[in-house]
């Protein structure tokens, strides 16, 4: 059941590669499923609207859970659990100093999401304003060359 033909998979060459060799080769990621699971926390985590506002304040500076939690409707014990999955994924760092529980953001943990996402920014972003500057042009020659024909 090893066997590419067995499993009815094509091998990489033979098949149209989705983006390039970092999403479609597991060659170039030993470890794929690692880099996968990481991938899936990560993206699990930064799902929650609650959770990506944590993050936002995090970018501020180190905040008390208490803090955090402020500035939300919910209960501490809710906050907790969404600290503790920004935590799982490696999002934030948790830190007691004393009697206080601190969060700090940890920016390098979407370096790997960072990473899988620019093999879809494979394409240059379209500058609408020099679009719609050939446009013109384009139309004003059209007109141009209507009025000779005339």
Do not use: Y
Request: hydrophobic share 45%.
């Amino acid at each position: 059941m090893g066997l590419p033909e067995q499993m009815n998979v094509q091998p990489r060459h033979m098949t149209a590669g989705i983006f390039n060799h970092l999403v479609d080769d597991r060659i170039w990621w030993p470890d794929n499923s690692a880099m996968t699971a990481n991938l899936d926390t990560v993206f699990s985590a930064l799902a929650d609207p609650t959770r990506r506002a944590i993050l936002a304040m995090l970018l501020e500076d180190d905040m008390a859970v208490t803090d955090v939690a402020e500035p939300f409707q919910m209960s501490l014990a809710a906050i907790s659990k969404h600290l503790g999955i920004l935590a799982e994924a490696g999002l934030i760092s948790r830190e007691k100093r004393g009697r206080v529980i601190w969060c700090k953001l940890e920016p390098d943990a979407m370096r790997s999401a960072s990473v899988w996402m620019q093999g879809f920014g494979q394409f240059e972003p379209v500058d609408l304003d020099a679009f719609e500057r050939f446009l013109e042009g384009e139309l004003a020659e059209d007109e141009n060359s209507v009025e000779t024909l005339d």
